[in-house]
């Protein structure tokens, strides 16, 4: 009988009649297909051994790999003895767990110095062109400039005057932005000290400030877009091609007339440029599929929601309820900007800021307090300035997340870098003195937090490792202490991202890629699920005169054409009567 064996979300197969190596349920369908050709049972075993801890969310073990293997105790150990001795696997003596060996990188060298880019592209320009029905490219940074290496013509009348061998300038081109926003920060500043940033028409960046900052805005999305900027009447949209070292080595874009090409358009078609770089490299990241087949779930007819801000955020986020003003203040981070919300009515306003935001608060003298790309910002919404209130020393490649105030007005910020690198991210708090001081580090992807009622328990949720923590905390000291566990969510369920606490120490959260809010009880025990319309929803607030309408945010950042289909409201706010208050939000007292 075949046995189906899990571990974290991963699958292995083990039936040695029909395919012993048939591995990991994300694994290609061709692939798994396969059985072993008759005498190389042995290399395959060892092949799919390797692929298993390749592919595994956590550091294995050898008992964890008897479990998903069904190997017998001695055969396992002679494999995993004979790949450390080729140097494809290492033995970390400490955590007693199989990591991936030196040689690997060695060969991963030698396939890279021989990597024909325009063949590996082909495929993927052919899809572009297929899906957009525009232009599709490929391109190399050349000589100050992006070298145009093949392309997929358009069957629409319009021709572009560019083709293979032509250039595009890099600071005006979407492929040139890709590549640029991606490269390390000494080869990026090198490049910038000698680029010239050659006006072409109204919408050509000029001013090194403003394009640098937008060069972090492009890597925090992943692509980049270009309207009009080289030539007039053309658009296009573009990711980078990252070798395994993250470099990049060259970018794919969809190109064409501006009339076809809206900028909602270039934005739904950003995430396919994105999942073509990274077939392209070989890179799966994050599956293209993982989305797609995550379909709305089934409606139990008891979840009720009312979209009360229909908007197109790219990455809605921060809401707070402005108990003095009774509205609501969110922000669009990828945007980026400011929305001040009156959900009663659906009305809504949006004030452009400079700098990527993660959240916005209210400032007990006046004004507002922000936490930016870099650091902590005073904010006038009404004159659209910002000035510096502290920046921390070790910001470089990272970016200001979601935060909230504690009672006694800190105000508590978290980080992640830019390309959501894992663990470096940290955790800081700002006092109403004006200092500054981190609190923790090693974060993946740091994200919603709160207090309960009497600010005994802060809680703080890592997206990227999909974990909540609890800490006991000191109000007074505004210190934090015994650190544990509270949840943790499966790849099925999705991410938390940001909460909310309610008066019972009820803990809500905004699931990302989950569909959903959720709400945990004291001890961590999923007690209430509301399905929403929207896959990404992101983070939650109480507001409303008794506080007891929880507000939430969503994202449409990186969303196809065909789910953004399925899920129109995506990026728009939503009210749900939940029953219950939340606990009051401060803002910040310096």
Not at 38 to 66: C, V
Not at 124 to 149: F, K, M, P, Y
Not at 503 to 514: F, K, T
Not at 568 to 590: E, H, K
Request: charged residues 25%.
């Amino acid at each position: 009988m075949e046995q189906l064996k899990v571990i974290n979300g991963s699958k292995l197969m083990n039936n040695e009649r029909e395919a012993w190596g048939k591995v990991l349920a994300n694994s290609d369908e061709e692939e798994n297909s396969k059985v072993p050709i008759p005498g190389t049972q042995a290399l395959w075993k060892g092949l799919t051994i390797l692929k298993l801890i390749s592919e595994s969310p956590k550091e294995l073990r050898f008992s964890d790999l008897m479990d998903v293997s069904g190997l017998p105790k001695g055969t396992l150990h002679r494999i995993l003895q004979a790949l450390v001795e080729f140097r494809l696997l290492r033995y970390d003596q400490n955590e007693q767990t199989y990591k991936l060996g030196t040689r690997l990188f060695e060969m991963a060298h030698k396939v890279w110095s021989g990597f024909d880019l325009r063949g590996a592209a082909d495929p993927e320009l052919q899809r572009l062109q297929r899906l957009s029905v525009e232009t599709s490219r490929l391109g190399i940074i050349d000589d100050g400039g992006v070298l145009i290496i093949d392309q997929k013509e358009s069957p629409n009348p319009l021709r572009l005057e560019l083709g293979v061998g032509k250039k595009v300038q890099l600071h005006a081109s979407a492929m040139g932005k890709a590549i640029l926003a991606h490269l390390p920060p000494t080869e990026l500043a090198e490049t910038l000290s000698t680029l010239e940033l050659t006006r072409f028409s109204a919408n050509t960046i000029t001013n090194f400030s403003e394009f640098t900052r937008h060069l972090d805005l492009v890597k925090a999305r992943g692509y980049a877009i270009s309207v009009e900027e080289q030539f007039l009447g053309v658009s296009s949209v573009s990711a980078p091609i990252l070798d395994y070292y993250g470099k990049p080595i060259g970018a794919v874009s969809i190109v064409g007339g501006s009339y076809s090409l809206s900028i909602e358009r270039l934005h739904s078609l950003g995430r396919e440029v994105i999942e073509s770089a990274r077939r392209i490299a070989g890179n799966v990241g994050e599956s293209y599929m993982s989305i797609a087949n995550k379909r709305r779930p089934s409606i139990t007819g008891s979840n009720r929601w009312d979209c009360v801000v229909s908007c197109d955020a790219f990455l809605g986020e921060g809401p707070h309820w402005n108990e003095e003003k009774q509205h609501l203040e969110w922000v669009d981070i990828l945007e980026p900007s400011v929305h001040v919300s009156l959900p009663e009515i659906g009305q809504d306003s949006s004030f452009h800021v400079p700098e990527i935001i993660g959240a916005i608060v209210p400032r007990r003298r006046g004004g507002h307090v922000a936490v930016t790309q870099l650091g902590y910002r005073a904010v006038d919404l009404a004159k659209g300035e910002m000035s510096t209130l502290a920046t921390p020393d070790d910001m470089d490649g990272c970016r200001f997340n979601d935060g909230k105030c504690d009672p006694k007005g800190r105000f508590w910020a978290g980080t992640l870098a830019l390309d959501a690198a894992p663990n470096k991210g940290g955790l800081y708090c700002l006092e109403p003195s004006g200092k500054l001081r981190k609190v923790l580090s090693n974060l993946h992807i740091s994200n919603g937090l709160g207090w309960n009622a009497d600010a005994s328990k802060m809680y703080l949720a890592d997206s990227g490792k999909r974990e909540i923590y609890q800490f006991d905390y000191d109000l007074a000291a505004g210190s934090l202490s015994n650190k544990k566990l509270f949840a943790k969510l499966s790849e099925e369920d999705g991410s938390p991202d940001g909460m909310a606490i309610d008066a019972e120490g009820g803990v809500w959260c905004a699931i990302w890629d989950g569909w959903k809010v959720i709400r945990f009880d004291a001890d961590g025990i999923i007690d209430r699920v509301i399905d929403l319309p929207v896959p990404r929803p992101t983070s939650c607030a109480f507001g409303g005169k008794d506080l007891k309408t929880l507000y939430v945010t969503s994202a449409r950042i990186r969303l196809s054409a065909e789910m953004l289909a399925e899920a129109p409201l995506s990026g728009s706010v939503f009210a749900l009567d939940v029953g219950v208050s939340g606990v009051p939000v401060s803002t910040f007292a310096g």
